[in-house]
């Protein structure tokens, strides 16, 4: 196993070196669905700078006695913790493999000093009783090979948060046993981003993508912050079945200094639909396929990268689960229902495949 897994070179046996996330881009990735580009740092390479800064006797040094009750002691030791992995150098191999697959990521996007994201991929998340999940960090609109680096050294410390730490030492995990693989990937800079369901959240009908979508950055539609607009496309046909364009008063942007903030939308274009219909049948058709690999209803996050082409500028930022829906028991159809209820029910059936149904 290298230190270094591009999504492309994704199959599912390398999910323990490479983590959740990385896993799930991988997999996307593999079955066509258009991601931003990236690479994973694996777990080898943790474990090799963990191996080199012989991090395991620090740890049993800083960690020894450490009283999970004591909310000062754990915030003064674990900050001493990931102040250790922030500093400590990296093996000449790691360092090099991170600045030259950078180096390519540049190169690939035509651009210097690319900016991108690097994210967590912990293993440890995976686990059915890992109750501190998805809280550990992702440092965003990072620029340049040392940046990069900094910003890896940073998730990996943030696998001692006073939570995690404490999480461990309750359950008696040991604090050597951890691992984190790291995913970095290129920034995506929308013109306007959001959320599909393949299936109506409202009422769960099966039959249909909905979609959300609002100007610039998917944080406002996330959030709640904006109202976005709302779109209902048929799965069969691929026609958009309804619309509902709201007036966004705000949107979220990038500022000079590589930040995301809320500024007002532009009046001119705050009441116009944020997606072309094109654009909208092409998150639709992406969902429909994300569903149809993963075999059950998806939670999608999207964006409209402006650095790439009209007609190839759908991006698909994760995908998920639906867990609301997805989890009530589907409902029988019996002799007196109403006719188009039946309907209904016979397009959910050819749009959602036996097998999936059974998962």
């Not at 829906?325 to 059936?349: A, C, H, L, R, Y």
Request: proline share 6%; charged share 25%.
């Amino acid at each position: 196993m290298s230190v270094i897994m591009w999504f492309q070179s994704y199959w599912p046996a390398m999910k323990g070196e490479v983590g959740g996330k990385a896993a799930s881009l991988g997999e996307m990735t593999g079955v066509g669905l258009p991601v931003p580009p990236g690479f994973a740092l694996t777990t080898k390479a943790y474990r090799q700078a963990h191996d080199a800064a012989d991090l395991d006797a620090t740890l049993a040094r800083l960690l020894h006695g450490l009283d999970t009750k004591d909310t000062g002691q754990v915030a003064t030791v674990c900050a001493e913790v990931r102040d250790v992995i922030r500093t400590m150098p990296l093996p000449a191999e790691v360092d090099e493999a991170i600045r030259q697959a950078y180096g390519e990521l540049c190169r690939l996007a035509d651009a210097t000093d690319l900016p991108v994201a690097v994210r967590s991929s912990a293993t440890s998340e995976d686990s059915p009783d890992a109750s501190f999940a998805g809280e550990h960090d992702t440092y965003l609109w990072v620029r340049g090979g040392d940046a990069v680096v900094d910003a890896v050294r940073r998730c990996w410390a943030s696998l001692f948060t006073d939570r995690a730490t404490c999480y461990r030492v309750e359950m008696g995990y040991e604090h050597r046993s951890v691992e984190m693989a790291v995913v970095i990937q290129k920034m995506v800079r929308p013109k306007s981003a959001g959320v599909a369901f393949t299936l109506n959240p409202s009422d769960g009908d099966r039959s249909v993508v909905a979609i959300d979508s609002a100007w610039g950055f998917g944080e406002g539609v996330v959030s709640g912050e904006i109202t976005p607009d709302n779109f209902l496309v048929d799965k069969v046909l691929f026609e958009v079945s309804k619309r509902n364009v709201s007036t966004k008063e705000a949107e979220f942007v990038l500022t000079d200094d590589d930040r995301v903030e809320k500024q007002p939308c532009d009046p001119a274009k705050a009441a116009e639909p944020s997606l072309t219909d094109s654009e909208i049948k092409a998150i639709a058709r992406l969902a429909r396929t994300a569903e149809r690999h993963y075999g059950c209803p998806q939670d999608i996050e999207w964006a409209v990268d402006l650095d790439l082409p009209e007609g190839e500028s759908i991006i698909l930022l994760q995908a998920r689960p639906e867990t609301v829906w997805s989890k009530k028991p589907p409902q029988q159809v019996t002799e007196g229902d109403n006719p188009s209820d039946f309907m209904s029910s016979i397009v959910s059936t050819l749009v959602n495949p036996l097998h999936a149904r059974k998962k």
